[in-house]
């Protein structure tokens, strides 16, 4: 029974029952996407990305998408690492496929639906997590977000209670399962990590087949008073996938947290990421790499906002550019009028390949504090030659002298992972998706 | 061994080797001196392969065959050696992950298996101690924030990791403390035997008390303008090159 149809009609008729939101509340959220609009070409901050032609395009939302085979869990698992693992088809957390080992009392894993059938049944802790809902994204500007509010079916989430070590990384698999015709897919996921504890999350997202999508991704994660979270973003769409997704954190005292985001393929892919460091001492750290070709176009988004005295923020981001691929980075730094001893550092590099491809970084700063400690730079350059003559003077064949030296460009990007279990599987994932770049 | 007819070749544009002749025998070690920019590191360069040094004409053949067609790797893989003047620093690449994938590839291109983890290490370790140098800088990315010195002994080590049968040194003496020299001299020592070449350029004749040349061979203006044995080291020594321009008509300064 599946439908297509526009955007605008879907949020004018989003599905009549119970979703992400309750069936009101995702009517009015819908009314409030409208009102919010696509962002045109007059946004600034879409000024480099355009998901041309989506306004006239019939979409389906693909709830009821068929299973993913073991080939398709695979390509996007990570190997040599033990995870509890929540599998999202389509937007929609798929219990059936989970795999979930012991885990210390408290801790919930799962659907959000699971979690509000345990709220009402009282389990306090489920309802505290959706307390948490929909706080960060910013739905009242953000039109993507909004659609996702308004369009999501479910979300998987995550809560770690006070003082909670998660015993494992948590996978997040996210497939985007296209079927007969273009998709619309709403991922959502919500992780509130309580004070004092920790946890690895890994999302893997990914587009199969040659169908076109569009994903349009939201993560939300509270990161209480002296927790720390690690969370790693892998992408992997198809080259008819685009992708819009928004990763929203909010740090409090003391906590820390650092996300990576590696995007790997795709059509379009636009990701904002937003860190609001909001008590003292609170220290995020926002990485990227991105490894296009062909067609694909990149564009990052960082919006690190230091809300209070004495937080440090780190903001690294790597491309690799191929063929006819373009990467852009806009990253922002805001620095409040009392966020004194504020020490935020942003650095962006593009190494490009060819002529054809294109990098483009753009740093924004507002500091409004004055005892900070502020600096940015972003270089843009090839493979160096005389690098390249010294390996294979030495003996190395071209080809795999370049594969060499395009993997020690990413390489200081994992070495910014500190869950050291992650380190080289995402490696191995690396080094396998530049085996067709150089 | 290596055989350089009449050999041209420009840079940017600019001719800077004029008709180089010059023959290495197996088993020799050949000095190569001169003022600079006359040319030796362009000869190095052009031997190893390096892009953007156009060979416009002459012939160079190394083993018997013509060398100047081959790709870099190929060349390393066959034997050749270049020790950089300015050895390259690489960050994100371990040394030792270097010198075994550049081992390896070499072993390939010969047909050979490649080195197993444990050889590897033995092989290593053998070397560090022949070369008495600790394994400290093996573990860092290759060159990478080495001084310049440490840069040269590097060179070395990797030499004698890959064993190469004509070793091109381009003055990497330059710039060592006496222990540092002991360790590069020390190093193309122990490499001697009667399939082993070197061409070693140097400004210095200390270095050649140490490694005791078979000839020595002054570069002038792109051009080999005199050889000899190893006392016209000494002889250049003292007298520097303001000869070249009365005794050979070539510009002692280009
Ligand atoms: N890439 C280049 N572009 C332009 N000119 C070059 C380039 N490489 C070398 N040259 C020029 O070629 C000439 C020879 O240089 P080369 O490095 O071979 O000299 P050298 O004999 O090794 O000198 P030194 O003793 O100073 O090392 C110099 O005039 C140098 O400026
Ligand atoms: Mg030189």
Redesign the interface.
């Known amino acids: 029974m599946s439908q297509a149809r526009t955007l605008a009609e879907w949020l004018e008729h989003p599905p009549a029952r119970d979703g992400l939101l309750s069936t009101e509340a995702r009517h009015e959220v819908a009314r409030l996407a409208t009102l919010l609009g696509l962002p045109g070409p007059r946004d600034e901050a879409w000024r480099y990305t355009r998901l041309s032609g989506l306004e006239q395009e019939a979409l389906e939302l693909g709830v009821e998408a068929p299973l993913p085979d073991e080939h398709q869990l695979r390509a996007l698992t990570p190997e040599g690492v033990t995870l509890d693992r929540l599998v999202v088809v389509n937007g929609r957390p798929v219990p059936s496929l989970c795999q979930i080992g012991p885990l210390p009392d408290g801790v919930g894993i799962g659907s959000l639906s699971a979690m509000r059938q345990a709220a009402r049944e009282g389990n306090s802790s489920a309802a505290q997590l959706l307390e948490h809902l929909d706080l960060l994204s910013q739905s009242r500007q953000r039109a993507f977000s909004a659609i996702n509010s308004a369009l999501a079916e479910d979300a998987a989430a995550l809560w770690v209670p006070d003082g909670v070590q998660l015993p494992r990384p948590l996978l997040v698999l996210s497939l985007v399962l296209p079927q007969a015709g273009p998709l619309l897919s709403q991922p959502r996921l919500l992780a509130v990590l309580g004070q004092h504890s920790q946890a690895t999350v890994l999302e893997a997202h990914g587009g199969f087949g040659d169908k076109a999508y569009l994903c349009n991704a939201v993560s939300e994660f509270h990161v209480q008073a002296h927790a720390r979270l690690e969370h790693v973003r892998v992408q992997r769409d198809s080259v008819a996938g685009r992708r819009v997704s928004g990763a929203f954190f909010q740090v409090m005292a003391g906590a820390q947290a650092r996300t990576h985001t590696y995007t790997l393929g795709g059509r379009t892919v636009r990701n904002e990421i937003r860190m609001e460091l909001v008590e003292p001492g609170a220290s995020g750290e926002i990485n990227g790499l991105g490894l296009l070709k062909g067609e694909t176009h990149l564009d990052n988004h960082t919006h690190v906002a230091h809300l209070a005295p004495d937080c440090q923020s780190h903001q690294g981001f790597r491309t690799i550019l191929a063929e006819r691929s373009q990467g852009i980075f806009t990253g922002r730094i805001q620095v409040a009028k009392d966020a004194q001893h504020t020490d935020a550092v942003q650095q962006c590099a593009s190494m490009v390949l060819s002529p054809e491809a294109r990098a483009v970084a753009r740093p924004q700063l507002e500091i409004l504090a004055d005892d900070v400690k502020c600096t940015h730079g972003s270089t843009v350059g090839s493979l160096d030659a005389n690098s390249l003559f010294y390996l294979r003077s030495r003996g190395i064949p071209g080809d795999l002298a370049r594969r060499i030296l395009i993997h020690a460009f990413c390489s200081t990007q994992l070495g910014r992972v500190r869950a050291s279990e992650m380190v080289n599987p995402l490696d191995r994932l690396i080094t396998r998706t530049l085996a067709d770049h150089a | 061994m290596l055989k350089i007819q009449d050999l041209h070749a420009t840079v940017a544009g600019k001719e800077i080797l004029k008709g180089l002749s010059l023959e290495v025998g197996p088993g020799e070690i050949h000095a190569i001196m001169g003022p600079n920019g006359s040319g030796k590191s362009t000869l190095a360069n052009v031997l ?4 953007g040094y156009e060979v416009t004409s002459g012939s160079v053949s190394y083993l018997g065959r013509d060398l100047l067609n081959q ?3 190929e ?3 066959e034997g050749i ?2 020790a ?1 003047q300015y ?2 620093e ?4 371990p040394n030792l992950y ?2 075994r ?3 390896n ?2 072993r390939r ?1 010969r047909g050979q298996e490649e080195i197993s983890a444990e050889d590897f290490l033995r092989l290593i370790s053998e070397k560090l101690k022949l070369l008495h140098l600790d394994d400290g800088l093996q573990k860092r ?2 060159n990478e924030g080495f001084s310049g010195g440490e840069k040269k002994r590097n060179e070395i080590f ?1 030499m004698l990791i ?1 064993e190469p049968r004509l070793a091109l040194l381009d003055e990497t003496d330059s710039g060592l403390d006496i222990d540092a020299l002991k360790v590069v001299s020390d190093g193309v020592n122990a490499l001697r035997s009667p399939d082993f070449s070197a061409v070693v350029v140097t400004h210095y004749q200390r270095l050649l008390d140490h490694i005791v040349p078979d000839r020595v061979h002054v570069l002038a203006g792109g051009r080999i303008v005199r050889s000899g044995g190893r006392e016209l080291a000494l002889e250049l020594e003292r007298e520097g090159y303001g000869w070249i321009g009365k005794e050979s008509g070539v510009d002692a300064t280009r």
């Not at chain 2, 190893?48 to 892009?51: L, S």
């Not at chain 2, 690489?90 to 690449?93: D, R």
Request: proline share 10%; aromatic share 10%; charged share 15%.
């Open positions: 190893a392969g390096r892009e790709e870099p790797e060349r390393a893989a050696f270049l950089f050895p390259v690489i960050p994100g690449v270097f010198l994938m550049a081992l590839a070499q291109h990315a290759v990797q890959l």
